[in-house]
């Protein structure tokens, strides 16, 4: 298999999806509902919730679309809003959706106490719920689909050893960027890199700098947060930023203090900018999460549920709050270097036209972007 392609090993275990090749207003927030035929809404109705647009671009410019694609596909209503980082909008929208007939309700939720709150109501009203991308701690959804966060933490940790050991550093010292503490995905990916890490520490090859979380996400607290460590501890010389906008925040900081392309900065969810920074050499490494087969295996779920199927995962996860093992969907991620960022491309996942624009074509070019 190419590269490029990440193995869904769980697809098979849900249902496979025809998707039909269609687009979405990735700025549009409001209400999507498609008007499917009569026959398709007794079969119900499909109610997802995406968390906001701060976090990560991806939620409007990819979730969003592939997911109308796969409810158009299968002639599933569905209604699609983003809660833009409001608790009590998330609530609302939820509150809406079961009132207007969702029998489905997906959700990336916000924190875990909101998406329990949202879950135990949809649930009394005998609506099925599925946990997308983030689990919610003693939530009890009757399914989860994400990739394996921990996994993308350790190739993190594994890129970040790799780019100090290619620029031969010498006991470096290891600033720490972490998603929001509310986010139970930033504390797995942190497990990850940390397996990685840790054991440098405490040899003494490394040197633990700075370490703090970056709460909800925010690229300009993140800011702020990596120029107060730079004040402090000035010979950083590597960052584990946890996701891709994390990271462009240290490097804005990093360029400021010429100090960019020096100091190697991890990412995640291979965003144009971070593929853009890596190839501007700023940026060591993202991780690529090929969201389509994220999305379909979790509309497939839904779908299934829709039907009044009762759709089977290929394996659990344990929610550590309740002990409980919630039925799971779990993809792999791919670490994404310059040598590969082509793969992101050849996947479909970025265009080369929005990829290599102004200076970056000469950079698409030595990196084989065709």
Request: aromatic share 6%.
């Amino acid at each position: 298999m190419r590269k490029g392609i990440l193995s869904l090993t769980a697809a098979a275990a849900v249902m496979t999806l025809g998707l039909a090749a269609c687009g979405s207003d990735g700025g549009d927030t409001s209400a999507q509902s498609s008007a499917a035929p009569a026959e398709s809404k007794a079969a119900g109705k499909v109610g997802v919730i995406l968390p906001d647009s701060k976090s990560s671009a991806r939620w409007e410019t990819a979730d969003r679309k592939y997911l109308e694609e796969a409810f158009k596909a299968a002639g599933v209503a569905y209604d699609i809003q983003n809660a833009q980082g409001d608790k009590n909008q998330f609530q609302t929208i939820a509150d809406q959706m079961i009132t207007n007939g969702a029998t489905v309700l997906m959700i990336v939720n916000l924190d875990s106490g909101t998406g329990k709150a949202v879950l135990d109501k949809a649930k009394a009203q005998g609506v099925a719920t599925i946990d997308y991308d983030r689990l919610t701690l003693n939530g009890g959804a009757s399914y989860y689909v994400s990739f394996d966060n921990t996994k993308v933490g350790t190739l993190q940790g594994e890129g970040l050893v790799k780019c100090l050991t290619d620029k031969k550093a010498e006991k470096p010292i290891v600033a720490y960027l972490n998603g929001s503490p509310t986010d139970n995905n930033a504390t797995l990916f942190k497990n990850g890199y940390d397996g990685v890490l840790k054991p440098k520490f405490d040899a003494g090859e490394y040197e633990k700098g700075p370490d703090q979380s970056v709460p909800d996400w925010d690229n300009a607290q993140a800011a702020t947060i990596f120029e107060q460590m730079l004040t402090e501890q000035p010979k950083i010389a590597g960052v584990l930023a946890a996701n891709d906008g994390l990271g462009n925040a240290a490097i804005t900081v990093l360029k400021k203090n010429n100090l960019n392309g020096k100091v190697p900065v991890t990412g995640q969810d291979a965003t144009v900018q971070g593929l853009q920074n890596i190839l501007a050499g700023d940026q060591c490494m993202t991780v690529y999460k090929a969201i389509k087969k994220e999305a379909d295996a979790a509309a497939a779920l839904a779908i299934g549920l829709a039907k009044g199927e009762k759709p089977a995962a290929s394996g659990t996860v344990k929610d550590t709050e309740s002990g409980q093992d919630v039925p799971a969907v779990l993809l792999d991620p791919q670490a994404i270097y310059f040598e590969n960022v082509k793969d992101v491309v050849t996947d479909g996942f970025v265009t080369k036209e929005e990829l290599c624009t102004g200076d970056f074509a000469a950079k698409c070019t030595e990196a084989g972007i065709q």
